[in-house]
């Protein structure tokens, strides 16, 4: 078998990987508004429920459908405990909460905000609706990837149907 990620690495991708599924379903999303946008989203996530239970390359070929998650190892610091698992999430949650107050208070924050407020004015200054929207897409993925890949790693375990609709609407 091959050598397990390093833990930052694997969390990271996992990130790239969602804002990637973002991107490719933020696309055919992107003359789409309030509900139907949200319909957009379910829509993707059976989408990929439905690849993960069929493709069973993505689950290494494990006859249960479920893929186990390593140790929570961090630079030789191993988070086994429920504690110390809260409170590396929690780090992250700091991180990427600072990260993203500052990314929406500066010009692309400001973009979108405009795109928000009135998207025809926005385009008529010259802002890129197709490309601040798609941006909005994979930032948004690689947070909820972040948030997933430490979960995966919280219970130890990674299964397509321990990421069904009633978590989604949670």
Not at 85 to 97: D, E, G, I, P, R
Request: charged share 10%; glycine share 8%; aromatic share 16%.
């Amino acid at each position: 078998p091959l050598p397990a990620l390093p833990t930052l690495l694997s969390i990271l991708l996992g990130g790239l990987m969602a804002a990637i599924g973002g991107i490719l379903f933020g696309f055919p999303s992107l003359r789409i508004k309030g509900l139907y946008l949200a319909v957009a989203t379910l829509a993707a996530q059976f989408f990929f429920d439905w690849v993960f239970l069929r493709v069973k390359w993505f689950t290494n070929y494990a006859p249960s459908g479920s893929v186990s998650a390593p140790e929570l190892n961090f630079f030789g610091w191993i988070a086994s405990t429920p504690i110390e698992k809260y409170f590396l999430a929690l780090s992250f949650v700091a991180t990427f909460a600072f990260l993203g107050k500052n990314l929406v208070r500066g010009n692309l924050g400001r973009q979108w905000m405009a795109i928000r407020d009135m998207d025809i004015a926005a385009e008529i200054m010259g802002i890129n609706l197709t490309y601040y929207r798609i941006l909005a897409f994979a930032i948004s993925s690689f947070y909820a990837g972040i948030g997933g890949a430490l979960m995966a790693h919280y219970t130890s375990f990674v299964s397509a149907e321990a990421f069904d609709l009633l978590l989604s609407i949670n």
